[in-house]
């Protein structure tokens, strides 16, 4: 069976390495935008992870004339009503950084007790075909909000979120372990079954 190349609209080289990873085995050609010379700057301006997941593929899709991957995650709250949500990478403001980000939750949190901390990661990425036909799919990761940051690994809100499963932060864990349970791997895991599932998909598209 012939690959087919495959675009993923992001210029974060461990994203799309995550992704030819999970992808070796299917008949794809994982690209980035820096493999194929594209700069494609694309305004989140949906409601949801879903709108902007989908806009992000469409139009990287519409620009390339090839298969395009997006994918549009964040951290909700259930103590705030699901903040910061789509607003997550600009919380504190357009151009705030990680720690004015974390800043402002844990200001937010103050004087909410462990048990009703709750929050998760959740991520929908998008497949979209140059025929305007498109696959979707989400992964969520659980756990809370902590008290102050821990650990030095990760980015945005990873040392303030406790993970369920580990009780340590996402910024606590190794990349082997974050990677086995985030909200991007689960999400790329339940696309990946669906193209193994829709093996017209594979054969005619």
């Given at each position: 069976?012939?690959?087919?190349?495959?675009?993923?609209?992001?210029n974060?080289e461990?994203?799309?390495?995550?992704?030819?990873d999970l992808?070796?085995?299917?008949?794809?050609?994982?690209?980035?935008?820096?493999?194929?010379?594209?700069?494609?700057?694309?305004?989140?301006?949906?409601?949801?992870f879903?709108?902007?997941?989908?806009?992000?593929?469409?139009?990287?899709?519409?620009?390339?004339?090839?298969?395009?991957?997006a994918?549009?995650?964040g951290l909700?709250?259930?103590?705030?009503g699901?903040?910061?949500?789509?607003l997550?990478?600009?919380?504190?403001g357009?151009?705030?950084?990680?720690?004015?980000?974390?800043?402002?939750?844990?200001?937010?949190?103050?004087g909410?007790?462990?048990?009703?901390?709750?929050?998760?990661?959740?991520?929908?990425?998008?497949m979209?075909?140059?025929?305007?036909?498109?696959l979707q799919?989400?992964?969520?990761?659980?756990?809370?909000?902590?008290?102050?940051?821990?650990?030095?690994?990760g980015?945005?809100?990873?040392?303030l979120?406790v993970?369920?499963?580990y009780g340590?932060?996402?910024?606590?864990?190794?990349?082997?372990?974050?990677?086995?349970?985030?909200?991007?791997?689960?999400?790329?895991?339940?696309?990946?079954?669906?193209?193994?599932t829709?093996?017209?998909?594979?054969?005619?598209?």
């Amino acid at each position: 069976m012939q690959e087919k190349e495959i675009i993923i609209a992001s210029n974060n080289e461990g994203k799309v390495a995550e992704i030819r990873d999970l992808f070796s085995d299917l008949p794809f050609t994982v690209l980035s935008l820096k493999d194929v010379g594209a700069e494609i700057n694309i305004v989140e301006d949906q409601p949801d992870f879903a709108g902007n997941s989908l806009k992000k593929a469409r139009e990287t899709s519409l620009i390339t004339g090839s298969i395009a991957l997006a994918d549009d995650s964040g951290l909700e709250v259930d103590a705030l009503g699901g903040k910061p949500g789509v607003l997550s990478a600009r919380f504190a403001g357009e151009h705030a950084t990680d720690q004015e980000n974390n800043c402002k939750l844990l200001d937010m949190m103050k004087g909410i007790e462990e048990s009703k901390r709750s929050a998760r990661f959740r991520c929908v990425v998008t497949m979209y075909f140059p025929d305007g036909y498109y696959l979707q799919a989400e992964g969520t990761c659980h756990g809370r909000i902590g008290f102050s940051p821990r650990g030095s690994s990760g980015f945005g809100y990873d040392p303030l979120f406790v993970v369920d499963v580990y009780g340590k932060t996402m910024a606590e864990l190794s990349m082997q372990e974050k990677n086995a349970i985030s909200h991007r791997s689960q999400a790329l895991k339940a696309l990946k079954k669906l193209l193994e599932t829709e093996s017209r998909l594979m054969i005619h598209r």
